[in-house]
């Protein structure tokens, strides 16, 4: 990571992703911009840009008038190709470098490797990961120069700020922790035998951070996950561990969850990742364990 403090945009700047980001980039000392629709507060020290992203004339305009050169963009919040162009029409002659978070959902469920490398994939061409995917390739085959730009590819990201869960039928679940302390048989699709590989939100933020000043990021794609690998009934496991209680877990057969929820089949596979590519270019590689992780987002949820 740079050690010199950097002028720092966000785009998305108070979800919990962003916020995560926002704070640790803050504790090293780097100035903050984020661009917001205004409707969560922001973590005291950064600036605000408020506008919705999808109104492109006005935020080519609130770009225009902030006439700031930033060290690093972070897209917290792209979906779609389109976003993706605006990135790249804003800030090419505005920003040193970029970075754009994708996701893990890009690679086809039903091709994937294991682990999952960056290269030789197969990618969804539909839904929410063939969007990310058609996003990253505006970067892949657009011309970004003199800006620099990094994608990276987290697979599911936990930590204070967001809810609890990993897995259908309990993910992102607000009454996890009742229905664990209340002893509640939890419905995980394929028992939860899924093995899975969750990125603490901090992580994420110190390899995102990494990238700036880093040469070996430039025009780079990099799976971003955490070092434990644990099928998904063991992170709810923990959580129970971390709670005092026994979980019960009942299955839910695979092949009729995925014939009733098609749009949700990148969740049923194995999600298990390459991560050499970190450490070749010198980034920042995850290292917090998954029950010091999760007993820190536990706490703050109590």
């Not at 190709?81 to 790249?88: F, G, K, R, S, Y």
Request: hydrophobic share 40%; with cysteine; net charge negative.
């Amino acid at each position: 990571m740079t050690h010199h403090a950097l002028k720092i945009l966000l785009i998305g700047g108070s979800g919990f992703v962003s916020g995560t980001l926002a704070q640790k980039a803050l504790e090293a000392g780097h100035q903050l911009w984020a661009v917001t629709r205004g409707q969560r507060a922001l973590t005291d020290g950064v600036k605000a840009i408020t506008l919705d992203r999808n109104d492109r004339a006005a935020f080519a305009r609130a770009i225009e008038t902030e006439n700031t050169n930033w060290d690093l963009v972070v897209d917290c919040i792209g979906y779609s190709a389109d976003d993706a162009m605006q990135d790249l029409t804003l800030f090419r002659q505005r920003a040193r470098h970029l970075v754009f978070i994708s996701t893990d959902f890009v690679y086809d469920p039903a091709r994937r490797m294991f682990p999952q490398s960056e290269q030789a994939a197969h990618y969804l061409t539909d839904g929410y990961g063939g969007k990310k995917r058609q996003a990253e390739l505006i970067f892949v085959n657009g011309d970004a120069d003199p800006m620099r730009w990094t994608i990276v590819r987290p697979c599911h990201i936990y930590g204070a700020g967001s809810l609890l869960g990993c897995l259908p039928e309990h993910g992102r679940d607000a009454r996890l922790i009742e229905r664990i302390c209340g002893g509640e048989r939890l419905r995980l699709v394929g028992g939860g035998h899924f093995l899975q590989q969750p990125i603490f939100a901090a992580d994420l933020a110190e390899t995102i951070l990494s990238c700036a000043d880093n040469a070996a990021a430039h025009g780079g794609i990099f799976n971003v996950a955490g070092p434990d690998i644990v099928e998904s009934r063991r992170y709810y496991e923990i959580i129970g561990e971390i709670l005092g209680k026994a979980v019960e877990i009942e299955e839910i057969p695979v092949d009729s969850y995925r014939a009733a929820h098609p749009d949700r089949v990148s969740f049923l596979c194995h999600r298990i990742y390459d991560l050499s590519g970190l450490e070749r270019s010198r980034l920042a590689v995850p290292a917090t364990s998954l029950e010091k992780g999760l007993r820190a987002q536990v706490e703050s949820l109590l």
